[in-house]
């Protein structure tokens, strides 16, 4: 499991997908609500990432 936070982390989760990640927590202070979070989560689950996404 690996855990990136912040806006700004995009970059990094989908690097993390492409270097055969298995499960990545999106987690910021929106959470599933932040404008991007479903685009995102749907992308890296098409690359057969598994995506939590969580608000603080």
């Known amino acids: 499991m690996v855990l990136v936070t912040g806006g700004v982390a ?3 989760w989908r690097w993390l997908a492409c270097a055969d990640a ?4 999106l987690l910021g202070r929106c959470g ?6 479903p685009e995102l989560a749907a992308e890296l689950e ?3 990432v598994r995506v939590g996404a969580r608000g603080v």
């Open 32 to 37: 599933k609500d932040a404008s991007d979070a």
């Open 22 to 25: 298995e499960y990545l927590v």
């Open 10 to 12: 995009g970059p990094v």
């Open 46 to 48: 098409a690359s057969g």
